[in-house]
C-alpha cells in the first residue's frame, strides 16, 4: 500500500462522524447491502492489498467513467480499522472545490437516501472527522493514481448530484 494511502487511513482510523457509535442511529445502514451500491463499495488504488477476509475483491469498470477500478463486495460486517477508505470517510464524498483550489469533502448526495446525519450538512458532523476526512483526501491527491481516482470519483458522484436537483 502507498504511503499516502497509509497516512490518509490513519488519520481516520480513531475518529468517525459523531463521537459516538453514528450506527446506532440508524442500524448500521450505511453497511447494509443495497441495489444503488452494487453491493459492494469501491476500493482505492492499493487498498486491495488490505486483508478484506469478510468480503470479496473484484475488478471493475466505474458506471460513468469507465474507469477500471477494485470494488470490495462484504459478505459480513469488518472490523472498523481495516473498512475501506470510501467507507471510512462516508457520508461524505471527495470532491475537488474551485474556490480552494484543492481537494476537499461534500456530504455524499448517495447518503441522504440511507443516513439520519446528512440532514444536518457537514455542520452536524464532528469536526475532527470532517477536518481529517479532507486532510486525507489531499494527502490521496499527491499520487498521480490517486489524483485519477479521485477525478473518477467526482465524476461519478456528479452525476448523482445532477439527477437529485
Given at each position: 500500500m502507498n504511503e499516502p494511502l497509509k497516512k490518509a487511513r490513519a488519520l481516520l482510523e480513531n475518529v468517525t462522524p459523531l463521537?459516538?457509535?453514528?450506527?446506532?442511529?440508524?442500524?448500521c445502514?450505511?453497511?447494509?447491502?443495497?441495489e444503488?451500491?452494487?453491493d459492494s463499495v469501491w476500493l482505492f488504488p492499493g487498498e486491495e492489498e488490505i486483508d478484506f477476509f469478510w468480503g470479496e475483491v473484484t475488478d471493475v469498470l466505474l458506471p460513468v467513467t469507465k474507469t477500471p477500478a477494485k470494488s470490495l463486495y462484504c459478505t459480513d460486517f469488518c472490523p472498523r480499522e481495516s473498512?475501506?477508505?470510501?467507507?471510512m470517510i462516508f457520508p461524505l464524498v471527495p470532491y475537488f472545490s474551485n474556490k480552494k483550489n484543492a481537494w476537499s469533502v461534500r456530504m455524499d448526495r448517495r447518503?441522504?437516501?440511507?443516513?439520519?446525519?446528512?440532514?444536518?450538512?457537514?455542520?452536524g458532523l464532528n469536526p475532527e472527522f470532517v477536518e481529517n476526512a479532507e486532510k486525507a483526501v489531499q494527502l490521496l491527491s499527491e499520487t498521480e493514481t490517486g489524483e485519477r481516482f479521485l477525478e473518477a470519483l467526482a465524476r461519478e458522484e456528479s452525476v448523482y448530484r445532477e439527477f437529485s436537483l
Open positions: 463521537t459516538t457509535d453514528c450506527g446506532l442511529l440508524c442500524e445502514a450505511c453497511c447494509k447491502a443495497d444503488d451500491s452494487g473498512r475501506p477508505f470510501q467507507c447518503a441522504f437516501a440511507v443516513c439520519p446525519l446528512t440532514a444536518y450538512g457537514k455542520k
